[in-house]
T-cell receptor, first 117, second 113 residues
Framework: AQKITQTQPGMFVQEKEAVTLDCTYD???????LFWYKQPSSGEMIFLIY??????QNATEGRYSLNFQKARKSANLVISASQLGDSAMYFC??????????????FGTGTRLQVTL | NAGVTQTPKFQVLKTGQSMTLQCAQD?????MSWYRQDPGMGLRLIHY???????DQGEVPNGYNVSRSTTEDFPLRLLSAAPSQTSVYFC????????????FGDGTRLSIL
C-alpha cells in the first residue's frame, strides 16, 4: 500500500486564487511528521512546511498552510494568493517514528501545479 | 552558504562501469540520505546515515553502496552501472530533531547507456 498518496497529477489555478493540493498518508506509527516540498523546473527541492502528528494547530508559513485532518489521515497544502512563481511540482513526504528516523522520508508521486494569468 | 553540494551535476556511463557520486554538506548535520527520482514515481530512498560510521538501507538499495567516514561526506557508489539506474540522484542532510526538514543538493542527472 502507498504510504503517501497524491491523487492530483496536475492542477491549474489562476493567479491570485487559492489552491489546495491533496495528500493522504498511511501509517500505524503514532509519531510521524509530514513535509511539503516544491520542485521548480530547475530541479532543486525546496522545503515549504512541516506538520507533526502531535501538533494541535495547523502549520502555516507565509502563503502556505497545511490542512491537517488526523482522523482522515490527510495533510493538504493550501497556497493562498497564487503567483506565477508557484508553478512547480509539489511533493508531500512523511517521516515515521521518532527522531532517529529523521533521515528517512517517504515521498508521494507529486502534483504539478500550473499558475495561469 | 554552500549547504549540500553534489558532484557531478551530469554524468553518462556505459553499462558495467562503476562510479561514485559525491555529496558534501557544511552544516554539521548528523543525518544524510540518498534518493533517486524517476518520472512519475517521486523520490525513493536508497541509503541513509544517522551519523559518521553508521549507514543503513532504504527502499531501493540494490546496486548501490555508501559509506560515512566523516560527518561532512556521504558518497554513493554504483558498483556496476545498469540502464535501470538512469535517474536523477539527490543527496539530503538534516540536523538531529524530528521536525527538522531535509536540505537537498541540486541533484546529479545520471544516464546509463
Amino acid at each position: 500500500a502507498q504510504k503517501i498518496t497524491q491523487t492530483q497529477p496536475g492542477m491549474f489555478v489562476q493567479e491570485k486564487e487559492a489552491v489546495t493540493l491533496d495528500c493522504t498518508y498511511d501509517t500505524s506509527d503514532p509519531s510521524y511528521g509530514l513535509f511539503w516540498y516544491k520542485q521548480p523546473s530547475s530541479g532543486e527541492m525546496i522545503f515549504l512546511i512541516y506538520q507533526g502528528s502531535y501538533d494541535q494547530q495547523n502549520a502555516t508559513e507565509g502563503r502556505y498552510s497545511l490542512n491537517f485532518q488526523k482522523a482522515r489521515k490527510s495533510a493538504n497544502l493550501v497556497i493562498s494568493a497564487s503567483q506565477l512563481g508557484d508553478s512547480a511540482m509539489y511533493f508531500c513526504a512523511m517521516r515515521e517514528g521518532r527522531a532517529g528516523t529523521a533521515s528517512k522520508l517517504t515521498f508521494g508521486t507529486g502534483t504539478r501545479l500550473q499558475v495561469t494569468l | 552558504n554552500a549547504g549540500v553540494t553534489q558532484t557531478p551535476k551530469f554524468q553518462v556511463l556505459k553499462t558495467g562501469q562503476s562510479m561514485t557520486l559525491q555529496c558534501a554538506q557544511d552544516m554539521n548535520h548528523e543525518y544524510m540520505s540518498w534518493y533517486r527520482q524517476d518520472p512519475g514515481m517521486g523520490l525513493r530512498l536508497i541509503h541513509y546515515s544517522v551519523g559518521a560510521g553508521i549507514t543503513d538501507q532504504g527502499e531501493v538499495p540494490n546496486g548501490y553502496n555508501v559509506s560515512r567516514s566523516t560527518t561532512e561526506d556521504f558518497p554513493l557508489r554504483l558498483l556496476s552501472a545498469a540502464p535501470s539506474q538512469t535517474s536523477v540522484y539527490f543527496c539530503a542532510s538534516s540536523p538531529f530533531g524530528p521536525i527538522q526538514p531535509q536540505h537537498f543538493g541540486d541533484g546529479t542527472r545520471l544516464s546509463i547507456l
